[in-house]
């Protein structure tokens, strides 16, 4: 979703008025997580923060990448799966919390019961092309 409302927080209120999931500050987790799809099934506002509500169906994967400019904070709320920082892979299941740290290889595996987490770091510019020489 592009803000492009402006203003404060409180401002924000009039992007969610036909959302069952958010309303003012409130996010139902619930509602979030029944969003039919894989994937971001949420997102919050532009802020200081960014925050996605990520459903990977049974046996959906985030493949490797490399994030250089952030942590990520990654909250299990429901289900199980392998995350992989770098070299060292852990089991993770609901309720955990996983802080993977900027300038490390990361990638995320949903086992047969799928798996839902929010992942929370500091907003950061668009993501820029860079050259390799």
């Known amino acids: 979703m592009v803000d492009d409302s402006g203003g404060d927080p409180a401002c ?11 309303a003012g ?5 619930n509602a979030a ?5 894989s994937g971001v099934v949420w997102s919050a506002p532009p802020s200081d923060l960014n925050v996605n509500l ?4 049974a046996g959906e994967s985030i493949d490797e990448h490399r994030n250089d400019e952030v942590d990520v904070l990654v909250v299990i709320l429901t289900g199980a799966g392998d995350i992989a920082i ?21 990638s995320i595996h949903a086992d047969k019961w799928g798996l839902t987490y929010l992942s929370v770091h500091r907003a950061r510019g668009p993501l820029q ?3 390799t020489t």
Not at 12 to 22: G, K, N, Q
Not at 90 to 106: F, S
């Open 12 to 22: 924000w209120s009039h992007l969610f008025d036909d959302d069952e999931v958010a």
């Open 25 to 29: 500050f409130v996010v139902d987790l």
């Open 33 to 37: 997580r029944e969003r039919a799809g």
């Open 54 to 57: 990520v459903r990977l169906a």
């Open 86 to 106: 770098d070299d060292n892979v852990d089991r993770v299941t609901g309720q955990q919390l996983v802080l993977i740290p900027a300038r490390t290889r990361r």
């Open 129 to 131: 092309i860079k050259r």
